[in-house]
């Protein structure tokens, strides 16, 4: 089992930035995949970003491209979400999400294991 923390998220205006970091403890053995989920309110969940476990491979929705950057950390038990340019329709409730295939956190489906969750608003 994964245990996933999601931090960082907040109240921004339209133009800022935020952080995310999620920390996954647990399982430590595994090249575990890590990535970010959205659901805002009335949606579907939505597939925000993902990176495997060396950090060489990163894919993102064409919804954030160019504004958003997900990296990991050191430990590689780490992951973070830079958001950048902001705009109100990024406002979401923002998940943490692994799995030991990137073929899965990066598709809409997401992986096996899964954050509770994270406020982002965004205001214009």
């Known amino acids: 089992q994964v245990h996933l923390v999601e931090s960082g998220g907040g109240s921004v205006q339209a133009g800022g930035s935020l952080r995310l970091s999620c920390a996954a403890s647990?399982?430590?053995?595994?090249?575990?995949?890590m990535g970010w989920f959205r659901q805002a309110p009335g949606s579907g969940r939505e597939f925000v970003a993902a990176i495997n476990w060396s950090g060489d491979s990163v894919y993102y929705a064409d919804s954030v491209k160019g504004r958003f950057t997900i990296s990991r950390g050191n430990s590689k038990n780490t992951v973070y979400l830079q958001m950048n340019n902001m705009e109100p329709e990024d406002t979401a409730v923002y998940h943490c999400?692994?799995?030991?295939?990137?073929?899965?956190?990066?598709?809409?489906?997401?992986?096996?294991?899964w954050g509770q969750g994270i406020q982002v608003t965004v205001s214009s």
């Open positions: 647990g399982r430590s053995e595994g090249t575990y995949a």
């Open positions: 999400n692994a799995d030991l295939r990137l073929v899965r956190v990066a598709t809409p489906r997401g992986g096996d294991y």
